[in-house]
């Protein structure tokens, strides 16, 4: 590793939930996919973008979908940004607002990205224990006197949900900068997008992977302030968001009728996914996501992790401290669904 | 710019060629696009990919085009590396690969999205003038005893080539990184790309931008050892390549024969443009690229590229030291080029 240098060197390294190669096979339940398609009117705008016209550079300002998303959220063009998937904001959040002697604090158990990224960007950072039922305790943050925060909400992967006016309460005292990630929001509401107009040190990000579908589009938003908003924009690479995911998101954004079918689907599945590990004696944490954050008194979860692999069903297991007690899953179709009961039924032995 | 640090506050922005709104009222020869549209196996296999499996994630490691860039390079997929564009991939080159205290240099006039890097990772760098024929003395590079140097081959914005043998000798001495940029390469071979079996500190980059056709789907890849290549993987966002991107990717990488249709079509219009522009008295840098660097004497460059952008039509005008006496134009369609020629007969009066 001669020519890495030492933030490369000593940074861990971020792992995704495995991909299968021979993917069709699996029940696959690890990373929080939609169960269902993009709707005909996305997929029909995507192939019509499919044209000679990608020979051009793609708008590299993003209005249109800008525009559209900002308008959807009362908010102006000028607090949107728009990202190859909201992992490259999060990228360039600690690129360019945090300085190298900064400090960071993310809750525990959360995504490990925030962690991976203030690594890669040498920013010191400390971690916040979520309460004991996995609840946000935003005063734990308020005495870590960090310049960024980042919260994901609902949480990834326990599901729990911060009230709005529990982050309003905390950007009333905090003076850095507080990003909160709302990749799982559209499931169950509750933004918190509306605090851009309060606060200039609020970013709030969104995710069309989830919602709407369209994880293999990679398209995300941020919202903020216009000069945190134009400071993103000075930072990213000139051309981040491809012609095809700009027509995709632009589609997928105005389509509303097939996101709110999509999204009543995925919470009747989630219902009776629920209901049916209850029934077996699971543990759930409460979850405002598309997916359950669960535990089982008779089976450690990495047995169960292994065990379900083993008849190509794929969960998500994370091992380390206040992690491997419990495993995520994400809601499937109701067939993936039955599918697990049955072989959760065997493992568990009810 | 309160939340700004102090890097985000410094650097200069990186302006990308004009994108019009009524983009399609003009002829556009200013970003070195492909006059020519994809083929029609990339638009179908795009077309194709347009499906339900959107909702899932791409593969991270983009295994299946790394492999065929890979072996149609005398490489192995271990030494190949898929970007969001190259744009993508020096951003990580610069995060993953040079100290804080490091220093770069690049030659110039180049591509300036380097320096731009750069100042945005707080890494010092010097540049090297070209010579005074706009061609390589990569001695000068030598003496400037840095960690790494970027050198665009062809150059852009001159469209001058530097040997593979002068890259070697180059690299036969240097202890640092050497990055060459070959974004333009296909137009007319002589690739440095099999100086990566020979050497652990170069990197080789490529884009489908231009010799593709597809600078709307934001695909490039970088070959470097292992070592490098492990570096940039580990320091990526995960999911950077998205799934149409990584079809497309696919179907142009195989479709070998439009590929050299489409490299001969644009050889052939660049020759009548050189014939046309040197018939009006133009001076013309001798050009490997897609695009040429010109001047006349009647008329100044800046007051040229004004006068076509009233005719709506569009070539690159950079101002600045030992820039603005050129202007760089595309390579067009016939037609472009014929509407071109008249509008330049017109001001510079032949």
């Known amino acids: 590793m001669k020519y890495w240098n030492t933030l490369l060197k000593n940074m861990s390294e971020y792992i995704p939930g495995e991909q299968p190669v021979d993917i069709n096979e699996y029940i696959k339940l690890n990373t929080n996919e939609n169960p269902f398609p993009p709707s005909e009117a996305v997929l029909k705008a995507l192939r019509d973008a499919c044209a000679g016209s990608l020979r051009r550079y793609p708008d590299p ?15 102006n063009k000028y607090n949107i940004f728009a990202g190859n998937g909201s992992d490259e904001i999060f990228t360039l959040i600690f690129r360019g607002f945090i300085e190298k002697n900064g400090a960071a604090a993310f809750p525990f158990p959360s995504y490990p990205l925030y962690s991976t990224l203030a690594e890669g960007s040498g920013i ?7 309460e004991n039922n996995f609840e946000y305790n935003m005063d734990h943050f308020l005495k870590k006197k960090c310049d960024l925060v980042i919260i994901s909400n609902p949480n990834n992967p326990t599901g729990t949900y911060c009230a709005v006016n529990k982050i309003r309460a905390f950007l009333e005292k905090f003076k850095g900068l507080l990003v909160v990630d709302e990749a799982y929001i559209d499931f169950y509401g509750g933004s918190a997008i509306g ?8 970013i709030i990000t969104r995710s069309l992977s989830k919602s709407y579908s369209l994880a293999g589009l990679r398209v995300g938003f941020a919202a903020g302030d216009r000069e945190l908003i134009n400071g993103l924009m000075k930072i990213k690479d000139s051309y981040n968001v491809d012609s095809l995911a700009l027509a995709g998101a632009k589609a997928a ?4 009728k097939s996101f709110n079918y999509n999204i009543e689907m995925v919470r009747n599945n989630k219902e009776y996914l629920e209901e049916s590990m209850e029934s077996m004696g699971f543990e759930i944490v409460p979850s405002k996501a598309n997916f359950i954050y669960v535990r089982h008194g008779n089976c450690p979860s990495k047995e169960m992790y292994e065990k379900l692999k083993d008849k190509k069903i794929l969960i998500r297991y994370f091992s380390g401290r206040g992690r491997s007690e419990y495993t995520r899953i994400s809601v499937g ?7 697990l009961c049955s072989a959760l039924q065997v493992i568990v032995g009810t």
Chains 1, 2 share one sequence.
């Not at 300002?61 to 908010?75: D, H, K, T, W, Y």
């Not at 010191?124 to 979520?130: G, S």
């Not at 605090?195 to 040190?201: A, I, K, Q, Y």
């Open 195 to 202: 605090l851009v107009n309060e606060f200039d040190n609020v």
């Open 253 to 256: 954004l105005l389509d509303k």
């Open 124 to 130: 010191k950072y400390e971690t916040v224990d979520l």
């Open 333 to 339: 179709t109701m067939l993936e669904i039955k599918s």
């Open 61 to 75: 300002l993003a209005n249109e979908v800008r525009e559209i998303f900002a308008s959807q959220n009362g908010l």
